[in-house]
């Protein structure tokens, strides 16, 4: 069995746990079912900007922008949207909105990738920083239609819903943007974009069209989180401009350097894990006493509080030691053991015996 076989394999089984592990009582209650959630809409968050990032080589702080514009519009077209259409009575349907705010994020997605056609490096960065600051003010002063710092409130996406249901509709958008981005990255289309990030002045020698896929990749890649936005937000209930601030972003970049930014699969487990581990830090109680052998640590320790320090030190120690991710290091001593026993047997099944060698 081929590593790409295997690893098929392997994602099989975990979908499969994941499928049935609301159906068991290993969670425990709705919070763990919706922390697992929250890793799902995470893990979507950091592979499609490891798609932008890493596969393409445009290293954008606007990621979480692009998530609140298709949020947004879906929230401001689920409260206003009957008056602003100009119908007569009802109310849109909040999967209509959804499609809506999806639509939007893709579109601003291409404006914005026109407008950074001639930027890279850290003036695209910049760049992006400055257009998500300007669309979080922005969320915050037009507060009659956005509600301001207080926040928008989103209806339910269906009239009966539960954490278990929130659970696999979030497990479903993951699998289906990950099928979406995955045949993206190993198609024609893919190698382009590896192409544009290792050189695009010999990318265009080449014929590569350059325009088109620097900002189909930006529309793509912003429609995938406007509609990751839209949907999560409406479990929910209410997202204000704090969805957007530089920390969150950072984090989302983490989670995809944690796990790999080259790699889809990487980015999507390092955000899936390292999302659950930082708020399940949360619930080590202020003033708690760790006992390792003889050493005490405490009882003045706030896990709590340290949580992203912690987090910090795990990205520091990636940086400097799996450059492609943690994921990548372990599954790459995981693959150099497996060789290396493939051939300590292999040597014993052609070495003749002893017996032989001295008969």
Same mark, same amino acid.
Request: a neutral charge; aromatic letters at 10%; hydrophobic letters at 55%.
């Given at each position: 069995?081929?590593?790409?076989?295997?690893?098929?394999?392997?994602?099989?089984?975990?979908?499969?746990?994941?499928?049935?592990?609301?159906?068991?009582?290993?969670?425990?209650?709705?919070?763990?079912?919706?922390?697992?959630?929250?890793?799902? %809409?995470?893990?979507?968050?950091?592979?499609?900007?490891?798609?932008?990032?890493?596969?393409?080589?445009?290293?954008?702080?606007?990621?979480?922008?692009?998530? #609140?514009?298709?949020?947004?519009?879906?929230?401001?077209?689920? !409260?206003?949207?009957?008056?602003?259409?100009?119908?007569?009575?009802?109310?849109?349907?909040?999967?209509?909105?959804?499609?809506?705010?999806?639509?939007?994020?893709? %579109?601003?997605?291409?404006?914005?990738?026109?407008?950074? +056609?001639?930027?890279?490096?850290?003036?695209?960065? +910049?760049?992006?920083? #400055?257009?998500?600051?300007?669309?979080?003010?922005?969320?915050?002063?037009?507060?009659?239609? &956005?509600?301001?710092?207080?926040?928008?409130?989103?209806?339910? *996406?269906?009239?009966? $819903?539960?954490?278990?249901?929130?659970?696999?509709?979030?497990?479903? *958008?993951?699998?289906?943007?990950?099928? =979406?981005?995955?045949?993206?990255?190993?198609?024609?289309?893919?190698?382009?974009? !590896?192409?544009? !990030?290792?050189?695009? @002045?010999?990318?265009?020698?080449?014929?590569?069209?350059?325009?088109?896929? /620097?900002?189909?990749?930006?529309?793509?890649?912003?429609?995938?989180?406007?509609?990751?936005?839209?949907?999560?937000?409406?479990?929910?209930?209410?997202? &204000?401009?704090?969805?957007?601030?530089?920390?969150?972003?950072?984090?989302?970049?983490?989670?995809?350097?944690?796990?790999?930014? @080259?790699?889809?699969?990487?980015? $999507?487990?390092?955000?899936? =894990?390292?999302?659950?581990?930082? @708020?399940?830090?949360?619930?080590?109680?202020?003033?708690?006493?760790?006992?390792?052998?003889? %050493?005490?640590?405490?009882?003045?320790?706030?896990?709590?509080?340290?949580? %992203? #320090?912690?987090?910090?030190?795990?990205?520091?120690?990636?940086?400097?030691?799996?450059?492609?991710?943690?994921?990548?290091?372990?599954?790459?001593?995981?693959?150099?053991?497996?060789?290396?026993?493939?051939? $300590?047997?292999? /040597?014993?099944?052609?070495?003749?015996?002893?017996?032989?060698?001295?008969?």
């Amino acid at each position: 069995m081929s590593r790409q076989q295997q690893g098929m394999v392997l994602l099989a089984v975990i979908s499969v746990i994941l499928l049935i592990l609301p159906q068991t009582n290993l969670l425990g209650n709705n919070y763990r079912v919706t922390l697992i959630r929250d890793g799902f %809409f995470y893990a979507i968050l950091a592979s499609s900007w490891a798609l932008l990032a890493g596969v393409s080589g445009q290293f954008s702080f606007g990621h979480m922008a692009f998530m #609140a514009i298709g949020a947004y519009t879906a929230g401001i077209l689920g !409260r206003d949207g009957v008056a602003i259409i100009g119908l007569a009575g009802g109310e849109i349907h909040p999967l209509m909105t959804i499609i809506a705010g999806t639509i939007m994020a893709g %579109f601003v997605g291409f404006i914005i990738g026109v407008l950074l +056609l001639r930027l890279r490096a850290a003036y695209l960065a +910049l760049f992006t920083i #400055a257009f998500s600051e300007l669309i979080r003010i922005g969320l915050i002063t037009e507060f009659q239609f &956005t509600g301001g710092s207080n926040g928008l409130e989103f209806r339910p *996406l269906f009239a009966s $819903t539960s954490a278990r249901l929130d659970y696999y509709i979030m497990f479903v *958008l993951l699998v289906v943007s990950l099928a =979406v981005m995955y045949s993206l990255s190993n198609s024609r289309f893919g190698m382009f974009l !590896r192409a544009i !990030r290792e050189d695009e @002045e010999a990318a265009a020698a080449m014929g590569v069209d350059i325009v088109r896929y /620097k900002v189909l990749i930006f529309v793509i890649t912003s429609a995938i989180v406007g509609l990751a936005g839209g949907v999560f937000y409406h479990q929910v209930g209410i997202i &204000t401009p704090n969805s957007i601030v530089l920390l969150q972003m950072s984090l989302v970049i983490a989670y995809a350097v944690i796990g790999g930014m @080259e790699s889809l699969l990487g980015a $999507t487990v390092g955000a899936f =894990v390292s999302r659950i581990v930082i @708020e399940l830090l949360r619930e080590i109680p202020i003033g708690t006493t760790i006992t390792i052998g003889d %050493f005490s640590l405490g009882p003045t320790i706030e896990p709590g509080a340290w949580r %992203f #320090a912690l987090f910090g030190l795990i990205m520091i120690i990636t940086l400097r030691f799996a450059r492609n991710g943690l994921l990548y290091a372990i599954i790459q001593w995981f693959s150099e053991r497996h060789v290396a026993i493939e051939q $300590t047997v292999s /040597k014993r099944v052609t070495d003749p015996a002893p017996e032989e060698v001295a008969s």
